[in-house]
C-alpha cells in the first residue's frame, strides 16, 4: 500500500516571518493520525529555520531545486551536499524550472543522480504544455521526460513523480481526475518498461496543478494516483489544512 503524499511547492513566496508563521500553523493543526505523508518545500534560505521548528514533528521538509555539482565555483548554487543536512525531500525539473531556467531532461538526470546519491528523496516532476495536450503529444513528451530523466540511474532508490500538466499550474484550470489518471497509468507503465511491475506498483505518484480541497479527494481516489503537489493553495495554513483533511479522508490506513 503506498502511502498518501500531500507536499507544498511555496515557489518564491513568503519572506521568514510568513514562512515561520506558516510552519507553525500548520504544525498546530495537522493530525498526525490521518495517514498523510506531509512536506513542505520552502524557499531555499528559510529551510535551516525552517528544519529546525519540524525537528520531531510528522511535517517533512524539501527544497524546491539542487544544481547537480558537488562543490566549487558554480556562484549561486546549492549542492544536494548542502541541502542533505536540512531536507529530505528535492523537487527537480519543475515545469517552471524548465521553462525560466532552462532545465533540461539531462540536466534533471544529473540532478537526480546528485540527489540520490546524497538520500534525498526527488520529486520529479514531468507533464505537457497546452500546445503538446492539445496535438495529442502528452503521452509521447512525459515518456520522453521519463525516460531521459531516469537514463542510467539504478531502480533501488527512493523516487516521487509528480504529473504537472503546464497548462493546469496557476491556472485554476485543474486537469479533470480522468485526465489525470490516463496519464498516471501510463506513467506507471513506463515507469514498469525502464525498471520493472514491482517497482513501479510501489512509487509514489502525484498530481500536480490547481489542486485544491475541493478536487483533491477526485484525485485521490483514482487507483494511480497518490497525492498531490500543492503550489498556490499550499500558501493558507487553512487551506493547506483543509487540503491535508481531505486527502486523510481517502487516503489508504
Ligand atoms: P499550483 O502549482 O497548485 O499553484 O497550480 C502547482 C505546482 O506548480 O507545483
Same mark, same amino acid.
Given at each position: 500500500?503506498?502511502?498518501?503524499?500531500?507536499?507544498?511547492?511555496?515557489?518564491?513566496?513568503?519572506?521568514?516571518?510568513?514562512?515561520? %508563521?506558516?510552519?507553525?500553523?500548520?504544525?498546530?493543526?495537522?493530525? &498526525?493520525?490521518?495517514?498523510?505523508?506531509?512536506? #513542505?518545500?520552502?524557499?531555499?534560505?528559510?529551510? %535551516?529555520? #525552517?528544519?529546525?521548528?519540524?525537528?520531531?514533528?510528522?511535517?517533512?521538509?524539501?527544497?524546491?531545486?539542487?544544481?547537480? $555539482?558537488?562543490?566549487?565555483?558554480?556562484?549561486?548554487?546549492?549542492?544536494?551536499?548542502?541541502?542533505?543536512?536540512?531536507?529530505?525531500?528535492?523537487?527537480?525539473?519543475?515545469?517552471?524550472?524548465?521553462?525560466?531556467?532552462?532545465?533540461?531532461?539531462? #540536466? @534533471?538526470?544529473?540532478?537526480?543522480?546528485?540527489?540520490?546519491?546524497?538520500?534525498?528523496?526527488?520529486?520529479?516532476?514531468?507533464?505537457?504544455?497546452?500546445?503538446?495536450?492539445?496535438?495529442?503529444?502528452?503521452?509521447? @513528451?512525459?515518456?520522453?521526460?521519463?525516460?531521459?530523466?531516469?537514463?542510467?540511474?539504478?531502480?533501488? *532508490?527512493?523516487?516521487?513523480?509528480?504529473?504537472?500538466?503546464?497548462?493546469?499550474?496557476?491556472? !485554476?484550470?485543474?486537469?479533470?481526475?480522468?485526465?489525470? $489518471?490516463? #496519464?498516471?497509468?501510463?506513467?506507471?507503465?513506463?515507469?514498469?518498461?525502464?525498471?520493472?511491475?514491482?517497482? /513501479?506498483?510501489?512509487?509514489?505518484?502525484?498530481?500536480?496543478?490547481?489542486?485544491?480541497?475541493?478536487? @483533491?479527494? &477526485?484525485?485521490?481516489?483514482?487507483?494511480?494516483?497518490?497525492?498531490?503537489? *500543492?503550489? !498556490? /493553495?499550499?500558501?493558507?495554513?487553512?487551506?493547506?489544512?483543509?487540503?491535508?483533511?481531505?486527502? !486523510?479522508?481517502?487516503?489508504?490506513?
Amino acid at each position: 500500500m503506498i502511502k498518501t503524499l500531500i507536499a507544498a511547492n511555496w515557489k518564491m513566496n513568503t519572506n521568514f516571518g510568513e514562512a515561520q %508563521q506558516l510552519t507553525r500553523d500548520l504544525l498546530s493543526s495537522i493530525n &498526525d493520525d490521518a495517514h498523510v505523508e506531509t512536506v #513542505i518545500c520552502p524557499p531555499f534560505v528559510y529551510l %535551516q529555520e #525552517i528544519s529546525k521548528l519540524l525537528e520531531g514533528q510528522s511535517i517533512k521538509i524539501g527544497a524546491q531545486n539542487v544544481y547537480f $555539482e558537488e562543490k566549487g565555483a558554480y556562484t549561486g548554487e546549492i549542492s544536494s551536499s548542502m541541502l542533505s543536512d536540512f531536507c529530505e525531500y528535492v523537487i527537480i525539473g519543475h515545469s517552471e524550472r524548465r521553462q525560466f531556467f532552462g532545465d533540461t531532461n539531462e #540536466i @534533471v538526470n544529473k540532478k537526480l543522480r546528485s540527489a540520490i546519491e546524497h538520500s534525498l528523496t526527488p520529486i520529479l516532476c514531468v507533464g505537457e504544455n497546452l500546445e503538446e495536450r492539445e496535438n495529442g503529444d502528452a503521452e509521447h @513528451v512525459v515518456g520522453a521526460q521519463l525516460e531521459e530523466s531516469l537514463n542510467n540511474i539504478e531502480k533501488t *532508490v527512493n523516487l516521487v513523480v509528480a504529473y504537472e500538466p503546464v497548462w493546469a499550474i496557476g491556472t !485554476g484550470k485543474a486537469a479533470t481526475s480522468d485526465i489525470a $489518471e490516463d #496519464i498516471m497509468r501510463f506513467i506507471r507503465s513506463k515507469l514498469a518498461a525502464i525498471y520493472d511491475n514491482t517497482f /513501479a506498483d510501489n512509487i509514489t505518484l502525484l498530481y500536480g496543478g490547481s489542486v485544491t480541497a475541493d478536487n @483533491v479527494k &477526485d484525485y485521490l481516489s483514482q487507483p494511480n494516483i497518490n497525492g498531490a503537489l *500543492v503550489g !498556490g /493553495a499550499s500558501l493558507d495554513a487553512q487551506k493547506f489544512q483543509d487540503i491535508i483533511d481531505k486527502a !486523510g479522508e481517502v487516503a489508504p490506513l
